[in-house]
């Protein structure tokens, strides 16, 4: 009952003042992103809220005769269910790429192996609506039209496991969003995103790091040994360097653990 146009045309640059220079971006299964500033994207959940109702008429569209009109009718429920749940997904993933393309300098995100990902059945439903190979796609060219950067960190760094205040490596990582360091204690949800933004710091002009969307290879380069370990020694010097909004970002949810 809709009609689609698809019409192509030429944008020029559109460069726009950046709050922040570098941003990391943690691209997770709970929430849909989280910043180093401390901003926090909260997923829309489409499929998994709308899947009552979906079974619910996939089961009625089964029953009904071929051909019938009851069977169109079903047929037709079914089809706008699917397409309000691709555009509420579609919706929240515009809005998490716009906002971070406008305002930040420089985007680091992680070179997620999507595909490795949903092998796991307890989370292949999750990882499929998130989306996160479009949230990818989407930063590549909007970093292009409003004049940021986006850096893609190698697969193989250490994201979600590296404690960004001493360094430790922590093997044995839980479901949970707040990371907990059993070397120094260290407490944080912005865990991950805080080590993708000084991963970029510490690599900026080292081949493991691709500018504008490309990545590097599969496996682990050369390049990318001797950035994990320049981020290690680094780390492993005293507390990184945080700007204004993630030291707020840091003392608020250490306040908050400590209560």
Known sequence: ????????????????????????????????????????????????RSLRRLRLWQRRLSRRVKGGK??????????????????????AIHKLTTAVAKNHETVVVEDLNVQGMLRNRYLARTISDLGLYEIKRQLEY????????????????PSSKLCSRCG??????GSSELFVC???????????AINLRNHYYSTAESPAVAACGATSGGGTSDGGLRAMCAMKQEVGTGEPSLDKSNRLALSASSSVDQR
């Open 1 to 48: 009952g809709r009609w689609f146009v698809s019409f192509h045309y030429e944008l020029e640059p559109q460069p726009t003042p950046k709050k922040i220079d570098v941003v990391g971006v943690d691209l997770g299964s709970r929430k849909l992103a989280v910043l180093s500033s401390g901003e926090v994207f909260e997923s829309p959940r489409a499929l998994e």
């Open 70 to 91: 009851n069977r169109e009718k079903a047929r037709l429920r079914v089809a706008k269910l699917h397409y309000r749940i691709s555009c509420l997904c579609s919706d």
């Open 142 to 157: 909007k970093c292009r039209l409003y004049g940021s950067q986006l850096v893609v960190a190698d697969r193989w760094f």
């Open 168 to 173: 430790h490596v922590h093997t044995k990582l």
């Open 182 to 192: 059993p070397h120094c204690g260290f407490r944080c949800d912005l865990n991950a």
